[in-house]
């Protein structure tokens, strides 16, 4: 928290800050430090070696992966911290991958949530490509959390690029 100020329209219920509101006899809420201008980006790689493909042969691991991704989601969106999540992994739609934008919110929890639970232990792209997506969107100042058992030496490299754009790179190793 860094302050209180006048209540807004638009301003989420939750900020409300009861006390400030009596005391002024105005709406008031609480305002955010700079925890709500974080940024945070979980990718879980199903990929576990260099030959591997479509199905996933350790299934524990994806789902040790998953158990942890939603976690830090609810999480971060607890702290007010707008969260994106993407997998190498197919969807029930038919989907070769999932990524999510980092957006803030319940609603985009839930969106993330659901499209976990849609995940099948296939995998559907290299976890370069997914990887590429925030390297030609040449995202900046993000938190990004990588849940993988495995990486390769061009995955080395891009997490590289990555932290040269701006960005810090977590590697959990599963």
Same mark, same amino acid.
């Given at each position: 928290m860094s302050g209180i100020r006048e209540y807004r329209t638009g301003d989420p219920f939750s900020a409300i800050n009861f006390k400030a509101t009596a005391k002024s006899g105005e709406l008031r809420v609480n305002v955010k430090d700079s925890t709500s201008s974080k940024n945070y980006m979980l990718y879980l790689n199903v990929q576990i070696n260099e030959s591997m493909w479509i199905n996933v042969s &350790?299934?524990?691991?994806?789902?040790?992966?998953?158990?942890?991704?939603?976690?830090?989601?609810? &999480?971060?969106?607890?702290?007010?911290?707008?969260?994106?999540?993407?997998?190498?992994?197919?969807?029930?739609?038919?989907?070769?991958?999932?990524?999510?934008?980092?957006?803030?919110?319940?609603?985009?929890? %839930?969106?993330? !949530?659901?499209?976990?639970?849609?995940?099948?232990? %296939?995998?559907?792209?290299?976890?370069? /490509? !997914?990887?590429?997506? &925030?390297?030609?969107?040449?995202?900046?100042? /993000?938190?990004?959390?990588i849940l993988a058992s495995y990486l390769s030496e061009h995955n080395e490299a891009q997490i590289h690029h990555l932290r040269k754009m701006g960005n810090t790179v977590n590697i959990i190793k599963l």
């Open positions: &350790d299934t524990g691991k994806i789902e040790r992966g998953l158990s942890y991704a939603a976690a830090m989601v609810k &999480d971060a969106t607890r702290q007010g911290i707008k969260t994106g999540f993407g997998a190498n992994c197919e969807n029930n739609r038919g989907g070769h991958y999932v990524y999510l934008e980092r957006q803030g919110g319940y609603p985009h929890l %839930k969106r993330i !949530l659901e499209e976990m639970a849609k995940l099948e232990m %296939k995998m559907g792209v290299s976890f370069s /490509t !997914l990887l590429n997506i &925030d390297i030609r969107r040449k995202i900046t100042n /993000t938190e990004i959390f």
